[in-house]
């Protein structure tokens, strides 16, 4: 597990940057559509909880994507 928090440090990096914002206006909208503190905390905690999971595996295929055209690119 520890290898793998090295290997993947940059990208864990990103995605807990992008997961606090992404709760704090999670958080802001979902207030101002309900009104309701408590309703709003748990929208803004659930939501980005999984796009944070789901933008990780994300950025991981761009990047392999981006490995692959290099990879040929040199190849060329």
């Keep these: ?13 990103k995605t807990g940057s ?3 914002m992404h709760i704090l ?10 009104g309701n503190l408590l309703m709003s905390l748990t929208l803004s905690l ?4 999984v796009q944070a999971f789901a933008f990780f595996f994300h950025e991981k295929a761009w990047q392999r994507l ?6 040929r690119a040199a190849a060329a």
């Design 1 to 13: 597990m520890a290898a793998f928090a090295r290997n993947n440090l940059p990208t864990l990096k």
């Design 18 to 20: 992008y997961y606090v």
């Design 25 to 34: 206006v999670a958080a802001a909208v979902a207030y101002a559509v309900t």
């Design 46 to 49: 659930l939501e980005p909880t």
């Design 66 to 71: 981006s490995l692959r055209k290099a990879a």
